[in-house]
């Protein structure tokens, strides 16, 4: 029997001011996930994890992805699939999307790569919407691609991978929940043209820091006025976090997707070491539970390990 | 008596989606400048071109821009500029601009270069405010630092100079009257959100598209969501001239500034030829004078040509 096994990695989106376009993967954590070809239409999920996650594949995430992208197929294939989760559902660094994209990714190779990655995320984008009701890619992008992905557009899909330095990324979860579609409920649909400005040069300023691999300027560029102040309350000891680690040396950072969890990157792995003391201090004198990765900016996105 | 010639070129602001924050320079038209260092605290002003600009120094672009550089001079100084412009007031190719920024760079060049580009745009902006009332400096940055500029933030100021690949600019100037205050008093204060993330999107790679010299990239992110759709009506035969430039090959283009002139980019030569027939012909079958420029971008900015 043909199978494979992929591993697919945690993914920050938006990336503080590049609101529903910009998104990176990460080295740590990823889920991995064994694929097996079967002879007939059929998806099979078995769960080898603690999340209980639904296994109908109308219901689960690694099931609309693979639905959409078995329309696509003329031969009597399906899909066995045995899913051990690392990334939390839930915790705002891609954890549907990470299932999505390993998913049509370990596909794809069982049936010869005969999609390219642009129809990867395509495919990907209907386990979006089997977790959240909407098909957005802003983590499935940065998840296949790797690296930092920007979405020029969603349709049609123009994916741009952009080039970065080397950059190491802590990441904190609070254990609290943070629904996505109250993230975004809470955002005002109207904003202000001059604080749109402001997000666009920031926008321009961030992008043009990765591809120059200007370190102060993308630090200088991590500013987000739309839409940080409004979700940022949704998340306990927010602006305490972002001045401690500011001060502990990160060039910036904020909530990860639509939170709750919030990344910082630094330049230097000693320097996100103290990132991770200074999260740490600040969740443990207000008692919000956590988890902590110390990490870096994953250039390979979805990967077979083996097959 | 201390003498220096410099040679200021036009300039388009926004380029399409970056509404506030790109610009790049311009080959020609140019303005040229004459100026001599004077023993005393005296701005004196020789028009020798048909525009009747005021003379006075506090009504004058010249002037204001360098008043203000004077308040960080302790010597006894003053400038006698003789000013020959070619680029016409109000033609949205920021002739304001290139006063002040010529003004600045030749007092600057007869002082010891003791200011820096930074610095320099800085005072020129006071130039601006002269002008047009307000202190932006989306034309000033480029027409100093040449080439395409950001400005990811003007308090305190940030200006980044961008990579780009070579590009032909075609311009055309219909003889009518934009004023930059009314241009901006269409448009509207609060915009959808969802705007706001299409025109981000588009900033970030038409960014991306200049830093990769990646000319299909630059094509398809030239999209305007917000300004261009109400700036536009100002403009006879706008939608005309768009449709017809794309067709002969143009990557993409829109409204130069707050207008009126309109402006295409091209990969070739050949192509920018065709696109200025193109837009000779909408305008003559409407019955609108012009001027038309074919140009390249230009890398230097201001230049001292003579010293």
Request: charged share 20%.
């Amino acid at each position: 029997m043909k199978q494979v096994t992929v591993l697919s990695p945690a993914t920050v989106a938006n990336i503080v001011c590049g609101f529903d376009v910009l998104g990176l993967a990460l080295n740590a954590p990823s889920d991995k996930l064994v694929m097996r070809l079967l002879d007939k239409r059929e998806i099979r999920i078995i769960n080898k994890d603690r999340f209980n996650l639904p296994t109908e594949p109308e219901k689960n995430v690694f099931g609309g992805a693979l639905l959409a992208m078995m329309k696509e197929v003329k031969e009597e294939i399906g899909f066995e699939i045995e899913s051990t989760k690392m990334i939390m559902p839930g915790s705002g660094i891609g954890s549907s999307a990470a299932s999505a994209a390993g998913a049509v990714v370990a596909a794809n190779h069982l049936l010869g790569n005969r999609f390219t990655n642009q129809e990867l995320v395509q495919f990907a984008t209907y386990g979006e919407q089997v977790a959240s009701g909407s098909r957005h890619a802003d983590n499935i992008a940065p998840c296949i691609y790797g690296g930092v992905t920007l979405i020029r557009s969603n349709d049609p899909l123009d994916i741009i991978p952009l080039n970065f330095p080397p950059l190491y990324v802590t990441v904190i979860h609070p254990q609290i929940e943070v629904k996505t579609s109250d993230a975004r409920q809470i955002l005002k649909k109207q904003i202000l043209l001059k604080d749109a400005i402001t997000q666009w040069a920031n926008v321009a300023g961030l992008v043009t820091g990765f591809m120059k691999e200007d370190y102060n300027l993308i630090g200088r560029s991590l500013v987000d006025v739309l839409i940080e102040p409004v979700r940022s309350m949704l998340i306990p000891g927010f602006n305490e976090i972002k001045k401690a680690c500011k001060e502990a040396g990160a060039l910036g950072g904020g909530i990860s997707g639509s939170g709750p969890s919030v990344f910082m990157l630094s330049k230097e792995e000693a320097t996100a070491k103290a990132v991770e003391l200074a999260m740490r201090s600040v969740y443990e004198k207000i008692g919000v539970d956590f988890h902590i990765h110390l990490t870096t900016v994953n250039p390979r996105g979805v990967e077979v390990v083996n097959s």
